[in-house]
Every structure is written in C-alpha cells, then in structure tokens.
C-alpha cells in the first residue's frame, strides 16, 4: 500500500466513524435518553461539527424555517458518503471500506 493510500484510508475510517455516529444519534433521538448521560456527550461532540452547519444553514432558508422534522442527520450523511467516494477515487482506497 502506498503512503497516499494509507492516508486516505484514515480519513475514509474516520468518515465512516462519523457517518455512524450522526446514526446513531439521530435514531437515539426518538428515544427518552437524558443528555447528562457520558456517552450522549460523547456522542454530540463528535456530531456537532457536522450537524451545526447543515442547521444553520436550513434555518436561514424558508424551507428550514418551516420545517417541522429536522433533516440536517440525512443531508450530513449524503455529504459524508460524497466525500468518502470522491477521497477514495483520489486516493485509490478500496471500495470495500467507503461502503455505506
């Protein structure tokens, strides 16, 4: 394996971690799970960075503004599949590890 290889590698890994995550969330969502719980916490730090754009961004649309279902989790995930397929074009990763 080469050096660029390996990098995208790590990066397809962590985009899939992730992907998982924003998943995970968003299904313990409809769950009545308190918040002070240490791996909730866990779990909104690793999503938020994701989620926090694609949020602010549909509230400043009309669409957003009226929306009644947040769908920031499955427009973060399409993203996060994009890009995971466009670095293991580049980088040459398998395909095997930018699965869904």
Request: glycine share 4%.
């Amino acid at each position: 394996m080469q050096v660029f290889s390996i990098f995208g590698l790590a990066i397809v890994i962590v985009l899939q971690i992730v992907k998982y995550a924003v998943i995970l969330r968003a299904l313990l969502s409809f769950l009545p799970i308190q918040k002070d719980n240490q791996f909730i916490n866990i779990l909104y730090q690793v999503t938020e960075p994701v989620l926090v754009p694609i949020k602010t961004f549909l509230g400043r649309t009309e669409w957003g503004k009226n929306s009644m279902i947040d769908v920031s989790p499955i427009i973060a995930i399409f993203l996060i599949w994009i890009l995971s397929s466009l670095i293991s074009s580049i980088f040459g990763v398998p395909q095997i590890f930018s699965v869904f």
